[in-house]
């Protein structure tokens, strides 16, 4: 139906996903509305693995396992909005009777984000156009989980738009934290951080294209780790942008603990994947590279504090010290890092805003229908994408000259579409820009292990706080754009009192970017909210960043700072 007449068929498709959605889990057996038993937390308190060796060994049914976490998936729902496609019944109770009971995941429920496709369920990426068109197959993560003996159980959240680091949408509604309802659990991937925050699950799939794996980690206080391309399988599933390359999607793991982050990551890459999908590199796990990097005495650690562009907040200041300091105490090198001059992350957010949106935003509101609800940060770039050139320019003029903004003003100049001689350039420009940190980390005096560095310049936001915050990306979109495998954990959590702002505080001279994030930044609001660190290796190194990943935690776990996970009810 043409607009202005489609708003009447949005209304419906609204109505009839969330009907659909709350019947499929009223009607669920009984066993998923009773409350937790000793059974379930039996089954809930055992690792991905410990629960794969039981299955293999018949003490313990795959159907058990699904009730234990279908139940808290449920219960997560009802807590936060985070489910979209609820497979439990019809679906995961059936596939159940066919699992791989000697796979590597045998028995395991497994969330995915809502993008990814399963055979008899609507791929909807929030859009209202995207339901009643059930898939007929399942998509090539599916398989592969399915061959592994693994359940897809439910499907999670996500932006409409897949932009920004909230998750909500007309269709599905609005996705919360966990632990504070007012907050954003992260975005793009934000239903599956607010899941597994909850104890919902403990293993599930989202995709990244700026943090949308590592953001919602860290606003939620879970693990993720972003995946180089070529890793991980990029076929079967629906997107917001599709043939968009300029900075290439990736989809990758996510748990609420780390070993079962490393022991998903280890048996989905042994099952390879390469075998399944064109776009996979053939490089099996390397278990030489992880356990190197586990006996290494000393790793050399180096710490980019700030992406120079919006200085990280006091809290995520505070963690990314807690975990130096930990570092150094067990004797670990820490490296204060000076990234190089030609292509700092301030060039990077630039260039790698120019690259993603060079349609002018096109795409993804072409499947927009007419009154359908659009993120605020999304919204913020196609409006200003839209503008007449005159228009852009003379405010551009004023930023620049009058607001004396000129970070603001250029990022605002390079927001626009380009023709395919201009989109050629920026491709250009992207690969000189990894030429040179691929020199760079080779220097004698970087020669570093691993990056840390923060995950984002604050906590959590608070819904509706991307349409300030659009831009504010740079910690994670720097590593995007450079295709660097980087992984999130949490550290510790917002503290009132050791994390407000300084006395006489003021966003005066700040750039837009960081204005804009330092708008909702409360430490009184944000009390107890999550706050991770990031730890980034180069270009297809999984194996080692996962290895450092351990390493860190057994630091901070040794120095007593044990993050405390979501209590699960």
């Not at 699904?66 to 997560?76: F, H, M, P």
């Not at 990426?125 to 898939?135: A, E, F, L, Q, T």
């Not at 700092?344 to 072409?366: E, I, K, Q, W, Y």
């Not at 690969?431 to 980390?441: C, G, H, K, V």
């Amino acid at each position: 139906m043409i607009a202005p007449f489609d708003y009447f068929e949005h209304r419906r498709a609204c109505k009839q996903k969330q009907i659909e959605r709350s019947d499929r889990i009223a009607n669920l057996p009984s066993e998923y509305h009773t409350p937790v038993s000793s059974q379930d937390r039996h089954i809930l308190d055992k690792s991905v693995e410990q629960l794969v060796q039981d299955v293999h060994n018949q003490t313990i049914k795959p159907i058990d396992i699904l009730r234990s976490y279908g139940k808290l998936a449920i219960k997560a729902h009802a807590n936060t909005n985070c489910l979209t496609e609820v497979m439990i019944n019809p679906g995961a109770e059936k596939w159940i009777e066919d699992v791989n009971l000697k796979g590597p995941l045998a028995g395991i429920p497994v969330s995915l984000k809502d993008s990814i496709t399963v055979g008899g369920f609507d791929v909807s990426v929030g859009y209202s156009r995207n339901i009643g068109k059930p898939y007929t197959h399942d998509g090539t993560i599916v398989r592969m989980l399915k061959d592994a003996g693994a359940i897809p159980y439910v499907k999670t959240n996500l932006p409409i738009s897949l932009l920004s680091f909230e998750s909500t949408n007309a269709l599905w509604g609005r996705t919360t934290n966990p632990h504070n309802a007012s907050y954003s659990p992260g975005g793009s991937t934000g239903g599956e951080s607010a899941l597994l925050a909850f104890g919902g699950g403990r293993i599930g799939i989202g995709s990244d294209v700026a943090g949308s794996v590592r953001v919602p980690a860290h606003f939620s206080g879970i693990y993720s780790l972003r995946c180089s391309t070529g890793r991980w399988p990029k076929m079967g599933m629906n997107t917001s942008m599709p043939g968009q390359e300029g900075v290439a999607s990736v989809f990758s793991p996510m748990a609420r603990t780390l070993p079962d982050l490393l022991y998903f990551t280890r048996s989905f890459i042994g099952m390879k994947p390469w075998e399944y999908d064109h776009s996979v590199h053939p490089i099996p796990w390397r278990s030489d590279v992880y356990e190197r990097t586990k006996e290494l005495k000393t790793l050399r650690i180096g710490v980019l504090e700030s992406d120079g562009v919006v200085p990280p907040s006091p809290a995520c200041a505070r963690a990314l010290r807690t975990t130096t300091s930990s570092l150094s105490s067990a004797g670990h090198t820490i490296i204060p890092l000076t990234p190089p001059p030609l292509a700092t992350p301030a060039n990077a957010l630039v260039l790698a805003s120019s690259l993603l949106n060079t349609d002018g935003c096109r795409t993804f509101l072409s499947f927009f229908r007419t009154g359908e609800w659009n993120d605020p940060g999304a919204a913020q770039l196609a409006f200003y994408a839209s503008l007449p050139r005159p228009v852009k320019y003379l405010h551009y003029l004023w930023v620049k000259y009058v607001r004396r903004d000129a970070y603001w003003a250029e990022l605002l100049q390079e927001f626009r579409e380009r023709s395919a001689y201009e989109q050629w350039k920026l491709v250009s420009r992207r690969e000189a820009f990894r030429a040179e940190w691929f020199e760079w980390w080779d220097r004698e005096d970087v020669d570093v292990d691993v990056i840390l560095c923060p995950p984002n310049a604050t906590p959590a936001i608070p819904h509706g706080g991307m349409k300030d915050a659009v831009s504010s990306c740079g910690y994670t979109f720097l590593w995007n754009l450079l295709d660097y495998t980087a992984g999130v954990l949490p550290v510790t959590h917002v503290d009132a009192k050791l994390d407000a702002l300084p006395e006489g505080f003021s966003v005066r001279g700040m750039n837009g970017v960081a204005r804009g994030a330092y708008k909702h930044y409360d430490a009184a609001s944000m009390e107890g909210l999550p706050v991770g660190v990031q730890v980034v290796g180069r270009r297809l190194e999984e194996e080692k960043v996962l290895a450092v990943l351990e390493r860190v935690v057994g630091c901070l776990e040794e120095s007593g700072e044990k993050f405390p996970l979501l209590q699960i009810e």
